[in-house]
T-cell receptor, first 109, second 113 residues
Framework: AQRVTQPEKLLSVFKGAPVELKCNYSYSGSPELFWYVQYSRQRLQLLLRHISRESIKGFTADLNKGETSFHLKKPFAQEEDSAMYYCAHVSGGYQKVTFGIGTKLQVIP | NAGVTQTPKFQVLKTGQSMTLQCAQDMNHEYMSWYRQDPGMGLRLIHYSVGAGITDQGEVPNGYNVSRSTTEDFPLRLLSAAPSQTSVYFC????????????FGNGTRLTVT
């Protein structure tokens, strides 16, 4: 079965420090991977997807098929980045969207 | 432009009671799904639908029923609530989840005593 693993439940960094939120997946086919974010008192929303290869709010994520990873990175953390981040995978035929357990990012001023 | 609307926002049930969580979207999305969010467990898929009349089970379907009679609506039914179903429930929709993002509702916080 497909699985998305986020090993850290909580990540605390100081403002201005680099951020890396880890995500590993297990899937034998071509993965479709996403990062979603939930800010306090807001809806879950898409942050970025691997196929677009773009930077959103300074965040980037590169798909590494060899390591089956899709880590989310930002060179300089901002206080407004504090939120819950979920890595998600979409299966091919069944269109199931599977989420990891999420990582709470806390940016310390 | 309402997007995905969930009702109610909060609900308290007693063990054994039944209820329906409502979800409606106005974006003409074929794909709709229900998740529950629990501390330390992330978002777990309960049921999903790829179009009217078509539903399938997710990771944690036991204790929940769904139906999809229209494109717009995807209600989630708890036939006999149990304390283990205390959670925050999210409905989400998408044009096609491999190609376009999920749009989430605001969630329903359910407590079963």
């Amino acid at each position: 079965a497909q699985r998305v693993t986020q090993p850290e439940k909580l990540l605390s960094v100081f403002k201005g420090a680099p951020v890396e939120l880890k995500c590993n997946y297990s899937y034998s086919g071509s993965p479709e991977l996403f990062w979603y974010v939930q800010y306090s008192r807001q809806r879950l929303q898409l942050l970025l997807r691997h196929i677009s290869r773009e930077s959103i709010k300074g965040f980037t994520a590169d798909l590494n098929k060899g390591e089956t990873s899709f880590h989310l990175k930002k060179p300089f953390a901002q206080e407004e980045d504090s939120a819950m981040y979920y890595c998600a995978h979409v299966s091919g035929g069944y269109q199931k969207v599977t989420f990891g357990i999420g990582t709470k990012l806390q940016v310390i001023p | 432009n309402a997007g995905v609307t969930q009702t109610p926002k909060f609900q308290v049930l007693k063990t054994g009671q039944s209820m329906t969580l409502q979800c409606a979207q106005d974006m003409n999305h074929e794909y709709m799904s229900w998740y529950r969010q629990d501390p330390g467990m992330g978002l777990r898929l309960i049921h999903y639908s790829v179009g009217a009349g078509i539903t399938d089970q997710g990771e944690v379907p036991n204790g929940y029923n769904v139906s999809r009679s229209t494109t717009e609506d995807f209600p989630l039914r708890l036939l006999s609530a149990a304390p283990s179903q205390t959670s925050v429930y999210f409905c989400a929709s998408s044009r096609a989840p491999r190609d376009s993002p999920l749009h989430f509702g605001n969630g329903t916080r359910l407590t079963v005593t």
